[in-house]
């Protein structure tokens, strides 16, 4: 139980378009999702936490107007990078938090996008 | 958010156990202590959590110093499948709108 799944796996896009990625979760609702990123060799950095039926929360240096952000139901949420550059190329991986106390407090995380902008 | 810091990388060799140390000396009453791997080209994925008590789960152990100001992983026999960065990260247990921030965590690498 407990499965979230990202689609598409890996994405390579033209300078200057835009990107969508969704995340799902497969087996129950989340109120609360979040979106990561990964370049290279380093950690995982929260770029925004999305919530259902209201505005994204962005962390700090995130612009919200090249990565938006929406959750539009209790199962999706989905993250699109708008004017995409070499720069934006990274791995994009998102969680999220069942509403239900059955999969407990945790985070199950997606398998991760890659993103590579040429 | 209370900070962990773990060894940059670590070694074993299959089928021995490992054990996985971090230390975070400024956590609070109401922390937990989380642990999730990341295996190459992937998500992470949880491990195991606990608060005080020494926690076991078909996956690992988790060895919580008593004034938790440090905490232990224990794979009991390692396989190559368990190579993987292993993060150590306290989320706060106040409430349930909670951030996890990842550290660089440990590499491990285990040898045939």
């Known amino acids: 139980g407990a499965v979230v799944s990202q689609h598409p796996s890996r994405v390579i896009c033209k300078s200057g378009t835009s990107v969508k990625i969704e995340c799902r979760s497969l087996?129950?609702?989340?109120?609360?999702m979040f979106w990561y990123r990964q370049f290279p060799k380093q950690s995982l950095m929260l770029m925004a936490t999305?919530?259902?039926?209201?505005?994204?929360?962005?962390e700090q240096g995130v612009e919200k107007d090249k990565f938006l952000i929406n959750h539009a139901s209790l199962t999706l949420s989905t993250l699109t990078v708008t004017s995409a550059h070499p720069e934006d190329s990274s791995f994009y991986i998102c969680?999220?938090?069942?509403?239900?106390?059955?999969?407990?407090?945790?985070?199950?995380f997606g398998p991760g996008t890659r993103l590579t902008v040429t | 958010d209370a900070k962990t810091t773990q060894p940059n990388s670590m070694e074993s060799n299959e089928e021995e156990p490992v054990h996985l140390p971090c230390n975070h000396s400024?956590?609070?009453?109401?922390?937990?202590i989380h642990w999730y791997r990341q295996l190459p080209s992937q998500g992470p994925e949880y491990v195991i959590h606990?608060?005080?008590s020494n926690v076991n789960n078909r996956m690992a152990s988790l060895a919580i110093a008593e004034d938790r100001k440090s905490s232990t992983l224990i794979l009991h026999r390692a396989t190559l499948r368990d190579a993987a960065v292993y993060y150590c990260?306290?989320?706060?247990?106040?409430?349930?709108?909670?951030?996890?921030?990842f550290g660089k965590g440990t590499l491990l690498t285990v040898n045939p």
């Open positions: 969680s999220a938090r069942p509403n239900t106390p059955r999969f407990g407090n945790e985070q199950y």
């Open positions: 087996d129950f609702q989340a109120t609360t």
């Open positions: 999305s919530n259902e039926g209201s505005k994204a929360t962005y």
């Open positions: 400024t956590i609070s009453g109401t922390d937990y």
């Open positions: 606990g608060l005080t």
């Open positions: 990260i306290l989320r706060d247990g106040g409430g349930s709108n909670y951030k996890l921030t």
